[in-house]
């Protein structure tokens, strides 16, 4: 796959792992979709080295949206847990 079907993919793999996961997010949008990016990039190499499938196989190929899905769901709940923390002030 080009490029740009990754893109386009992690684009929508990001949109449907923030439904998924629904709440505020420091970043906005346009770090959602970043974080679907790399999310399709990361669920296609877990595939690859957890369960040995090649999940990266087309673009209309399930197997490839279910590890762009879950590379990004992972990415997000990640990015809540690491910035989250910043995010909440505490006074005294």
Same mark, same amino acid.
């Given at each position: 796959?080009?490029?740009?079907?990754?893109i386009? $993919?992690?684009l929508?793999?990001?949109?449907?792992?923030?439904?998924?996961?629904p709440?505020?997010?420091?970043?906005? $949008?346009?770090?959602?979709?970043? $974080?679907?990016?790399?999310?399709?990039?990361?669920?296609?190499?877990?595939g690859?080295?957890? +369960?040995?499938?090649?999940?990266?196989?087309?673009? +209309?190929?399930i197997?490839?949206?279910?590890?762009? $899905?879950?590379?990004?769901?992972?990415?997000?709940?990640?990015?809540?847990?690491?910035?989250?923390?910043?995010?909440? &002030?505490? &006074?005294?």
């Amino acid at each position: 796959m080009g490029i740009i079907a990754w893109i386009l $993919i992690g684009l929508i793999a990001g949109a449907i792992a923030k439904t998924l996961m629904p709440g505020k997010d420091p970043g906005g $949008i346009i770090i959602t979709m970043l $974080i679907g990016i790399a999310g399709g990039l990361l669920g296609g190499w877990l595939g690859k080295v957890v +369960f040995g499938v090649d999940s990266i196989d087309g673009f +209309f190929d399930i197997s490839t949206w279910i590890a762009a $899905i879950v590379g990004s769901v992972i990415l997000l709940a990640l990015y809540r847990l690491i910035t989250g923390n910043r995010h909440t &002030h505490r &006074h005294a």
